[in-house]
T-cell receptor, first 112, second 115 residues
Framework: EAQVTQNPRYLITVTGKKLTVTCSQNMNHEYMSWYRQDPGLGLRQIYYSMNVEATDKGDVPEGYKVSRKEKRNFPLILESPSPNQTSLYFC???????????FGQGTRLTVV | AQKITQTQPGMFVQEKEAVTLDCTYDTSDPSYGLFWYKQPSSGEMIFLIYQGSYDQQNATEGRYSLNFQKARKSANLVISASQLGDSAMYFCAMTLGHGNNRLAFGKGNQVVVIP
C-alpha cells in the first residue's frame, strides 16, 4: 500500500529537549516536505527536499533541521524545541513538486 | 506577503447542491501549479485536483472542477452535488519560489454540508 508514515503521532516534550519526528515513504518519490498546521494559518512549509542530499528552506524553517540521506526518509529535527513550536506537523511526498502529494497522518507536538 | 488567499467564512451547503470555494493567488512566474486539498475532521490531507498554469482546459476530477481564470489569478474549486462526506476544510495551494520548488497553502475554507 502506498503510504507516508510519520512517527510519533503524538508527542509531549519539554522546552530544550531535542526530538526527531520520522517520515518514511514507500513510493520512491523524489519530493518530500514538512509542514506545520496552526489554527487560522493553514499549512506552512518548513523544509522541502527535491532528492537525496538536496534540501531547502520553506517559509518557516527557523528552529528546525532536516536531512535526506536516503530517498525514502525525511526526518524533522527540533534541536531545542520551544513552546511556539507546539503544532500539528505533516510530512508529505510526491513524485515531483507539481504532482499529487501524499500526506502522513500528522504528528501533534506539544512543547511545555 | 500572502501568496494564496482564501477569505470566505465558513459555509453551509445543502446536500446535493453545488458549492464554489474561492482562491486567489499572487505570482509573477508564468509557470506554476495550483492544487486543492481536503481535510476532513479526522485530520488527513486528501488531494483533490491539480491545474497547471499552461493547461488550456480547466481541470476536472469527478465531482470536482477547478475554475481557472489566469488573468484574474483565480482558481476556484467547484464541488457539484454536495454530499455529507464533503464536510471538511478545503485548502488551495500553489507552487512558488525559484524553480517553483516550494509549495504555499491558503488558510482554508470550512464547508459543512447539511441534509
Amino acid at each position: 500500500e502506498a503510504q507516508v508514515t510519520q512517527n510519533p503521532r503524538y508527542l509531549i516534550t519539554v522546552t530544550g529537549k531535542k526530538l526527531t519526528v520520522t517520515c518514511s515513504q514507500n513510493m520512491n518519490h523524489e519530493y518530500m516536505s514538512w509542514y506545520r498546521q496552526d489554527p487560522g494559518l493553514g499549512l506552512r512549509q518548513i523544509y522541502y527536499s527535491m532528492n537525496v542530499e538536496a534540501t531547502d528552506k520553506g517559509d518557516v524553517p527557523e528552529g528546525y533541521k532536516v536531512s535526506r540521506k536516503e530517498k525514502r526518509n525525511f526526518p524533522l529535527i527540533l534541536e531545542s524545541p520551544s513552546p511556539n513550536q507546539t503544532s500539528l506537523y505533516f510530512c508529505a511526498s510526491s513524485l515531483l513538486v507539481n504532482t499529487e502529494a501524499f500526506f502522513g497522518q500528522g504528528t501533534r507536538l506539544t512543547v511545555v | 506577503a500572502q501568496k494564496i488567499t482564501q477569505t470566505q467564512p465558513g459555509m453551509f451547503v445543502q446536500e446535493k447542491e453545488a458549492v464554489t470555494l474561492d482562491c486567489t493567488y499572487d505570482t509573477s512566474d508564468p509557470s506554476y501549479g495550483l492544487f486543492w486539498y481536503k481535510q476532513p475532521s479526522s485530520g488527513e490531507m486528501i488531494f483533490l485536483i491539480y491545474q497547471g498554469s499552461y493547461d488550456q482546459q480547466n481541470a476536472t476530477e469527478g465531482r470536482y472542477s477547478l475554475n481557472f481564470q489566469k488573468a484574474r489569478k483565480s482558481a476556484n474549486l467547484v464541488i457539484s452535488a454536495s454530499q455529507l462526506g464533503d464536510s471538511a476544510m478545503y485548502f488551495c495551494a500553489m507552487t512558488l519560489g525559484h524553480g517553483n520548488n516550494r509549495l504555499a497553502f491558503g488558510k482554508g475554507n470550512q464547508v459543512v454540508v447539511i441534509p
